[in-house]
């Protein structure tokens, strides 16, 4: 087939809906068949093109959240005034076509040969790669601690709940925007005293991702590695408000 | 503007390039820092896409698509793996 002819070179491929699931008023899970995939690791993305009739063409990133050897699922925030993610959780359904490129992504990856114990840092819908590395961890029976420690606004825009909640994995949130009636977990923006209360000491030598929007990441990283964590051991991945990761 | 990061440009880069180089080591032509591609600043709303080094913020590289075609300025690197 002429569009293998470059090794390693991506080619944009039509996929295929094969199920979409809600999983939270402004997130949307799209399960994918996508003919010609290599396979991915956890963590990787891909990217999506939408074309319009007179040709203008929008592209944005999507973390991948199902785990290596099972279908292709992304989990889509909508952003308002965005021009590809509206379309992605409102307008698709079950059997549309989709064009997309991946897997994308060498570095915030991780496998079990990475080893642990696993710190996870999740703003938002940054949650999407890290859930990939703990079903990955799940499914494949990795015995290597993992905490995630997620910030969400409120307790309604948690992605995942159901299934964090009964992974076996140390899950701690805190809720930034509204806590429901006797929440007794944390209550705020992500800051030094809550990973040093959080993270593992330094000295377990953890692998640590953090996913979020920009000033999430920075903060977090930054906070880690004064609180001891080598900056090569702190593996980020920033998203903004059109990027779609 | 707020700055991404070279996860961002993963796609673009294979484009490019033809490989996977989100994690590929390199070095700032200014500074001489060392970092991996995801460690640095990648900018996508300017025309074009602007990567700067995250020690200095020099200019690494510029990509722009005019009509299909790629122009990708490099100077600014001293050093990519490929």
Not at chain 1, 110 to 126: C, H, I, N, R
Not at chain 2, 10 to 29: I, P, Q, S
Request: aromatic share 8%; glycine share 12%.
């Amino acid at each position: 087939m002429a569009r293998a002819a470059v090794r390693g070179r991506l080619s944009w491929q039509i996929a295929t809906v094969e199920a979409v699931a809600d999983e939270t008023p402004r997130v949307r899970t799209l399960v994918l068949d996508v003919p010609d995939w290599a396979g991915h690791r956890a963590g990787q993305h891909l990217d999506v093109r939408l074309t319009a009739e007179d040709g203008y063409r929008a592209e944005r990133s999507y973390s991948i959240g199902s785990p290596p050897g099972e279908p292709v699922a992304i989990t889509v925030e909508r952003l308002d005034d965005g021009e590809v993610s509206p379309y992605l959780t409102e307008e698709l359904r079950t059997g549309d076509a989709l064009e997309l490129r991946g897997p994308i992504g060498g570095y915030f990856v991780w496998g079990p040969e990475d080893g642990g114990p696993l710190l996870l840092v999740a703003g938002g819908s940054g949650v999407v790669p890290l859930m990939a590395m703990l079903r990955h961890r799940h499914a494949a029976g990795i015995d290597v601690p993992a905490r995630l420690l997620y910030s969400s606004r409120t307790l309604e825009d948690v992605i995942y709940r159901a299934e964090l909640d009964a992974l076996d994995a140390e899950v701690v949130y805190t809720l930034t925007r509204e806590q429901p009636p006797g929440w007794t977990g944390y209550a705020r923006r992500v800051d030094a005293e809550l990973l040093a209360e959080v993270a593992w000491p330094a000295e377990q030598d953890p692998r640590v991702f953090v996913c979020g929007p920009t000033p999430f990441v920075e903060t977090v990283a930054g906070t880690l590695v004064e609180l001891g964590y080598p900056p090569q051991r702190v593996k980020t991945e920033r998203f903004g408000a059109t990027g779609g990761r | 503007m707020e700055a991404l990061d070279g996860n961002a440009i993963g796609g673009l880069l294979n484009e490019v390039f033809g490989e996977e180089l989100t994690a590929a080591h390199g070095a700032c032509g200014s500074c001489g820092a060392r970092w991996q591609v995801a460690e640095l600043a990648v900018y996508v709303r300017a025309p074009g896409t602007v990567v700067r080094c995250p020690s200095c913020g020099s200019v690494l590289m510029t990509f722009v698509e005019v009509r299909r075609v790629w122009s990708v300025d490099m100077r600014g690197l001293a050093e990519l793996e490929l």
